[in-house]
């Protein structure tokens, strides 16, 4: 019995240990929610070092990263200043609509112009684009009597931008704008050229022309009336182009 036993340890002893493989286990991720040390989730490299810190940041490459940008369209806040690539905005608002919040686009060193739908607006002193004024409206300049007519109604809160002008008589006569309130810019009457009370004086099939239609030559006051002074009897014929706002 002694003999059996020995010769069966002997054979133990003689029997080859099989090598266990050890298998490396991937990271594991917490799907929805931020990684962080009270998850007790760690992201790591090869090395075993955490990701996400500034010597080791987790940077992403692949086409599903789109789906990211498409769960952070929140709008900035209006009282922080963005930096903000020109051309990396798709869209700050929909069609049609308007933002709370105020978006700020500066030109960049290569002067490559930014297109801007409606009229843009900037500090006086700066290099950006300036609305420019051009004519929507046109009124006719006839008279064969002497007197003062209104041309453009006046309007609260808003001004006369004359961009052109053209008269001409078929005698001598005088001519001048001007502005007012009341009837015909009865009251407060102001010339628009030269000192008040003088017209401009016209030869026989003369007159005087000014202004393209782009820019204004005349500027009337918010709150006046356009007015045209005919200073003696005589077939006058022309054509004021404006805008008004």
Not at 33 to 61: C, E, H, M, R, W
Not at 67 to 82: D, F, G, M, R
Not at 152 to 166: E, F, N, P, Q, R
Not at 209 to 235: K, M, R, W
Request: glycine share 12%; proline share 4%; aromatic share 8%.
């Amino acid at each position: 019995m002694k003999l059996t036993r020995i010769l069966a340890l002997y054979a133990l002893s003689w029997i080859p240990l099989t090598a266990v493989a050890q298998t490396a286990q991937a990271p594991t991720y917490q799907k929805g929610n931020q990684v962080t040390t009270a998850d007790g989730i760690f992201v790591v490299d090869k090395n075993g070092n955490p990701f996400g810190t500034s010597g080791n940041p987790l940077n992403t490459f692949d086409s599903n990263t789109a789906t990211v940008a498409a769960a952070i369209n929140a709008p900035l806040n209006a009282q922080v200043t963005h930096a903000v690539l020109v051309g990396a905005v798709e869209g700050a608002t929909a069609v049609g609509t308007s933002s709370a919040y105020p978006l700020t686009i500066q030109g960049n060193a290569s002067g490559v112009a930014v297109p801007i739908s409606g009229a843009p607006t900037v500090a006086t002193g700066t290099n950006g684009a300036v609305s420019l004024i051009q004519g929507a409206s046109t009124v006719a300049i006839s008279a064969t009597t002497s007197g003062t007519v209104q041309l453009v109604a006046l309007a609260s809160g808003k001004s006369i931008y004359v961009t052109h002008v053209h008269v001409i008589t078929a005698t001598s006569a005088g001519f001048a704008l001007v502005y007012g309130t009341g009837t015909n810019c009865g009251s407060g009457t102001t010339y628009l050229d030269g000192a008040n009370g003088n017209t401009m004086a016209f030869t026989a099939n003369s007159g005087y022309s000014a202004g393209v239609g782009l820019g204004p030559v005349y500027v009337v006051p918010s709150g006046n009336a356009l007015c045209a002074v005919f200073s003696t009897a005589a077939n006058y014929a022309g054509s004021l182009t404006y805008s008004q706002f």
